[in-house]
């Protein structure tokens, strides 16, 4: 047996460590330990409860907006404030352009190096490297003369000792399948979105006066100025870069990310069998498509609200927020009445209490501190979840009534057929990498709908943005207490709060990544990303390749060097993780 550790794995947001216990060439058990904690929610305890959301934005430089949103919504719940129609249409113009960017951004940037041999795209011929492109999309770049120019900038990287976010990679790997022609495309179109993501994220700059952490939204709507014929408003000029933006971003979702998505995804197809999990998935949906209170008439949305148990496609069971809790009996935190039981949001407690050893950090004991993880074991009836773009493609898949069904399920279809493989292929580490991209190409699409929809209402004179009508505390009543619900580009988010005195009497913020990256609960079960790892096969210990594309196919929400540690301890060996 050996038992290896990463940490902290890079390529995502914030810090994480990875133990595995590998037999016979596989992982046969896993620990998911966040190593980090801020405790924003006691920040909050105080403060006027219409700025929470300008708090809990800061929790996540990634993500940007979605706290903010989950945050107004919790508080607009709690107070029963309805947001007019272009308050939501904006909302979901922001959403949108976030997931387009941070799913394309995590697809080239963060997952693809774990299939993508860039020290491979040397030796590749430019000219089969164009014939490849041309064969799966007709991006105008697709030529001999661009991927050779390509290459060269590569090889003066190499040549010139500067090989900056390449030098750390596991090249040569016998798990690394595309062939140097496949490569050299990969790393053509990472550089590309490099340049690319400068361009959608100025959605976020004109709908919301900044990125990341924008600044236009309020509790009972949006704070965007709007006059069609101003000059420092929201405006017709304005509006036309956003359109051109939106379509520019389709352009690439079509040409380029899905056409890489499925070209890459056919070398590996073994891994549809590979990081399955418990197979239990929950979304929250989102997206209103109307007026109404998100957090009790899902029926609003474009995407689905819905939980899928033991993998069964046939049945989507309801969400009802209260069965949601959070155990910590494997975290650094502890309840005032013991650990035993798990409590809901409007519950819990934020009380850090940490027993784990000082760095360095040896490997887990848990006969002697069972704790090891800053992050809680939140359940849904008891249940372990996966959130994120598979469970919300799944639901969407499986929910014929769902406004998206027809485009989800015809894209995921074309992307099995493609790929050879059955929709059971869809619980998997490809699976999930397949979904994101899915979501990606459904919401490029329907964002300009949304879009021509607030530019109607404008156009016919219905301006309105933001519901005053409860804005005086005076209004309020003496407790409350409200639940915001959205999607993240991660997954299922929500924010709960309790209001009393005009104050913040408590706020508990439930993430996608506490759902996924979550230690084990209080009767044992594994979290996802423990229970995903389980059966994956292991070529090099010393190099965990394999480990990496299970993570990162969550895409963690959670900075360059990974320990191998014995089981005593020791130091084996120390290695860079890509």
Known sequence: MTKIAIDPLTRIEGHLRIEAQVEGGKVTDAWSSATMWRGIELILKGRDPRDAWLFTQRICGVCTTVHALASVRAVENALGLEVPLNAVLLRNLIQASQYIHDHVIHFYHLHALDWVDIVSSLSADPVATAKLASSISDWPKNSADYFRQIQAKLKAFVEGGQLGIFANGYWGHPAYKLPPEANLLAVAHYLEALEWQRDIIRIHAV?????????????????????????????????????????????????????????????????????????????????????????????????????????????????????????????????????????????????????????????????????????????YDNVPMEVGPLARMLVAYASPQARNHASVKDKVDKVLANLGVGPEALFSTLGRTAARGVETWVVAEVAQQWLTHFLENIKGGDLRIHNNTKWDPRKWPKQAQGVGMTEAPRGALGHWVQVKGEQIEGYQCVVPSTWNGGPRDGSGKRGPYEEALVGTPIADPEKPLEILRTIHSFDPCMACAAHLLDHEGKEIISVKVQ
């Open 207 to 379: 709908l919301g006066s900044k990125n990341p952490h924008l600044q236009t939204y309020v509790v009972g709507g949006m704070a965007l100025a709007i006059d069609p014929n101003g000059q420092s408003t929201f405006n017709a000029e304005r509006a036309a870069l956003v359109q051109q933006l939106f379509a520019k971003a389709l352009n690439f979702v079509e040409k380029v990310y899905i056409p890489d998505l499925l070209a890459i995804a056919s070398f590996y197809k073994e891994w549809a069998a590979i990081g399955q999990g418990h197979g239990n998935f929950l979304a929250y949906g989102d997206f209103p498509v109307g007026v109404g209170d998100p957090s009790s008439e899902p029926d609003l949305f474009f995407q689905p609200r819905g939980i899928i148990l033991n993998r069964d496609l046939s049945t989507i069971h309801p969400v009802d927020h209260t069965k949601v809790t959070e155990y910590v009996t494997h975290s650094w935190f502890e309840y005032a009445k013991g650990e035993a039981e798990a409590l809901h949001p409007w519950q819990g407690e934020t009380k850090p209490n940490y027993t784990g050893p000082k760095p360095p950090y040896k490997m887990l004991d848990e006969s002697n501190s069972p704790k090891y993880s800053w992050l809680k074991a939140p359940r």
